[in-house]
C-alpha cells in the first residue's frame, strides 16, 4: 500500500538549505578553534571545529553550550573538576559556568550554541574569532 504523498510548495523549495555532511564540513576546516556553521536552527547555530591543545577560561553568562564530539578525546576542565568527552558523547556546559576546554590530540566536534555567541564568552583575547560560513 503507498502512502499519501507529500507536496512542497514550490517557494519552500527554493528555501530549502542544502544537506550537510558532518565529517566533510570537518574536513574543510584547516585550522584548530575556528568554528563554521553547519546550520542554524531558529535563533540557534549548529558548528563544526577542530580542537587541539588547550583554550582559554571562559564562561558564556547568557547561555548553555553543548559539545558533541564527534572524534578524539576532549577534556572540558571545570572549577568544580573535569568532565572527559571521547566519540558520540554529548556535554552541555551551563551558563554562566567557568570552563576550559582540552585535548592531547585533535578532537572534531559539534556545538549548539546562540546565534552571535563568541567562542571566547567572556574572556575575549586573541583566541577570539568570527564565526566562519563553510564553502558549499
Known amino acids: 500500500m503507498k502512502g499519501p504523498t507529500l507536496r512542497v510548495p514550490s517557494y519552500a523549495r527554493a528555501m530549502t538549505p542544502p544537506v550537510r555532511n558532518v565529517q ?36 558564556h553568562p547568557d547561555t548553555d553550550e553543548l559539545f558533541l564530539v564527534v572524534s578524539g578525546q576532549l577534556t572540558i576542565q571545570l572549577r568544580a ?25 585533535e578532537v572534531h566536534a559539534l556545538l549548539i550554541e546562540p546565534t552571535g555567541t563568541v567562542n571566547t564568552g567572556d574572556a575575549g583575547g586573541s583566541r577570539t574569532a568570527l564565526l566562519r560560513e563553510l564553502d558549499d
Do not use: M
Open 81 to 105: 573538576g573535569d568532565v572527559h568527552l571521547g566519540p558520540q558523547d554529548v556535554f552541555v556546559v551551563p551558563r554562566g559556568v567557568e570552563h576550559c576546554p582540552r585535548t592531547d590530540g
Open 24 to 59: 566533510a564540513a570537518l574536513d574543510s576546516i584547516t585550522e584548530p578553534w575556528q568554528p563554521h556553521r553547519l546550520a542554524s536552527v531558529n535563533d540557534y547555530d549548529v558548528k563544526v571545529v577542530k580542537l587541539t591543545g588547550e583554550f582559554v577560561w571562559h564562561s
